[in-house]
């Protein structure tokens, strides 16, 4: 109840006045079944945008840190993600990504949309980064097509660290549906997931023009961290 009153009466009409987003190729997502939205991740504001402009509901797999934050801000944020359906995944370790395909399965399961973002985190320069394969697993698993989805204009109107988003027209792209029927049965084998993951990435990287970086996104931002240490050491204490 509350994920369609923030659709349809709070959330939703706000965010349409305020980004303005142009959509294009909304007929690609099917009108019903399950089915997995697979999109570039920019910003924060992605979470709000793409369900603002569907006309299904859609579950995300989110960072479970949403779920976790200290103190009455904390609180808050858990309460509106969970109040909104959204699924809490934790990041760390290869159980960890087993819990997360277990829930995203489930999802699907009840033939509803699944939104997930291959890259595993916000891109922080705006480039899009290599995908895990955890999408491909569930796309063969639940033999279901893959929407690929970009979003447009977000990073700048939001990128990580900022609070409070810069209202802009935005574009939402979604593509032609991927069928993976081909390789059914072999979600086990991993050059076919990998196969499968990187055609995901290539369809993205098709609607969104970004710049690609063969890397995954948590590890560039470990590498960025590291040279900015190097480049501007700390002074010890006196």
């Known amino acids: 109840m509350f994920y369609y009153l923030?659709?349809?009466?709070?959330?939703?009409?706000?965010?349409?006045?305020?980004?303005?987003?142009?959509?294009?190729?909304?007929?690609?997502?099917?009108?019903?079944?399950?089915?997995?939205?697979?999109?570039?991740?920019?910003?924060?504001?992605?979470?709000?945008?793409?369900?603002?402009?569907?006309?299904?509901?859609?579950?995300?797999?989110?960072?479970?840190?949403?779920?976790?934050?200290?103190?009455?801000?904390?609180?808050?944020t858990a309460a509106f993600f969970r109040s909104a359906g959204q699924i809490p995944v934790d990041r760390s370790g290869k159980e960890a990504g087993r819990a997360a395909i277990r829930e995203g399965l489930g999802v699907l399961r009840r033939n509803e949309l699944l939104g997930i973002y291959p890259e595993g985190t916000r891109s922080h320069d705006g480039r899009l980064y290599k995908g895990k394969v955890g999408v491909a697993v569930m796309a063969l698993k639940a033999r279901v097509p893959v929407i690929p989805c970009a979003m447009?204009?977000?990073?700048?109107?939001?990128?990580?660290?900022?609070?409070?988003?810069?209202?802009r027209p935005v574009t939402i792209r979604f593509g032609k549906p991927l069928d993976f029927s081909r390789y059914a049965g072999m979600e086990d084998e991993k050059a076919v997931l990998r196969a499968v993951t990187d055609?995901?990435?290539?369809?993205?990287?098709?609607?969104?023009?970004?710049?690609?970086?063969?890397?995954?996104?948590?590890?560039?931002?470990?590498?960025?961290?590291?040279?900015?240490?190097?480049?501007?050491p700390r002074m010890p204490l006196s």
């Open 6 to 76: 923030l659709k349809y009466v709070i959330l939703g009409p706000l965010l349409r006045l305020a980004f303005r987003p142009r959509i294009e190729g909304l007929d690609h997502v099917p009108d019903s079944g399950p089915a997995i939205i697979a999109g570039n991740h920019l910003s924060f504001s992605d979470h709000f945008l793409m369900p603002a402009v569907l006309k299904r509901r859609i579950t995300f797999l989110a960072k479970a840190e949403y779920f976790t934050g200290p103190g009455i801000k904390g609180r808050l």
């Open 152 to 167: 447009i204009g977000t990073f700048e109107a939001q990128p990580p660290g900022k609070k409070i988003p810069d209202f």
């Open 199 to 232: 055609e995901i990435m290539y369809a993205i990287l098709s609607l969104s023009e970004q710049e690609y970086v063969d890397k995954y996104a948590s590890v560039a931002k470990e590498e960025d961290a590291e040279a900015r240490t190097r480049r501007f």
